[in-house]
């Protein structure tokens, strides 16, 4: 089955940076890669995703890359805000035909004002 | 669109006892719903998969005696968690596919406390 292995566990950058999350993915047969962001005690929230016919994608300030050759997608956020501190998980389908989804460890992200 | 609700949204039991929880899809059909269970600062498990009117489909190590997932329609799927023990306390987390495309719409969570 599909494993997925996302760094780093923990990122913590200043307002206003650029953050980048990194996943690999182990199934060449994944076909779409999801980000969730998930604030404390509450549901995980779609941020952002990528189908394997696309190499990137972008909606306002944050893109997700896919390299599908080398199996790995990240997860860039561009002008940091101390709002955008949450969990981030990134995911993978593997090659289920019912969207299975496999998640990565997470990302604590925390944007210090 | 695409909101999933998830009752009750917290429970607390003793020991032995049977918890039913609902996930439903408020405003589209769902041909599939997963059920993940997540522990403290850790990532989404998945415990098995629901599709309408068939049986559920466990993941490696989850007792499907233990943890009984009826889909009974394409807006509902229960959990139930079954001679519950401390062990089981978690927060129990649902989410929905519909019937076009791989998003999946996750319910709020129901956090379960066994005592």
């Known amino acids: 089955g599909e494993n997925v292995e996302q760094h780093p566990s923990t990122l913590s950058v200043q307002e206003g940076d650029s953050a980048v999350i990194k996943c690999t993915y182990s199934?060449?047969?994944?076909?779409?890669f999801p980000w969730y962001k998930q604030e404390l005690g509450k549901r995980p929230q779609l941020i952002i995703d990528i189908r394997s016919n696309v190499g990137e994608k972008k909606d306002q300030r944050i893109a997700v890359t896919l390299n599908k050759t080398a199996k790995h997608f990240s997860l860039h956020i561009t002008e940091t805000q101390p709002e955008d501190s949450a969990v981030y998980f990134c995911?993978?389908?593997?090659?289920?035909?019912?969207?299975?989804?496999?998640f990565g460890q997470g990302t604590i992200l925390t944007v210090h004002p | 669109g695409a909101v999933v609700s998830q009752h009750p949204s917290w429970v607390i039991c003793k020991s032995g006892t049977s918890v039913k929880i609902e996930c439903r899809s408020l405003?589209?059909?769902?041909?599939?719903m997963f059920w993940y269970r997540q522990f403290p600062k850790q990532s989404l498990m998945l415990m098995a998969t629901?599709?309408?009117?068939?049986?559920?489909?466990?993941e490696q190590g989850v007792e499907k005696d233990k943890f009984l997932i009826n889909h009974a329609s394409l807006t509902l799927s229960t959990l139930t968690v079954t001679s519950a023990h401390p062990e089981d306390s978690s927060f129990y987390i649902c989410?929905?596919?519909?019937?076009?495309?791989?998003?999946?719409?996750f319910g709020p969570g129901t956090r379960l406390t066994v005592l």
């Open positions: 989410s929905a596919r519909g019937l076009e495309g791989d998003t999946q719409y």
């Open positions: 405003d589209f059909q769902a041909t599939t």
């Open positions: 995911a993978g389908t593997g090659g289920t035909s019912y969207g299975k989804l496999t």
């Open positions: 629901s599709n309408e009117g068939s049986k559920a489909t466990y």
């Open positions: 199934d060449s047969a994944s076909n779409y």
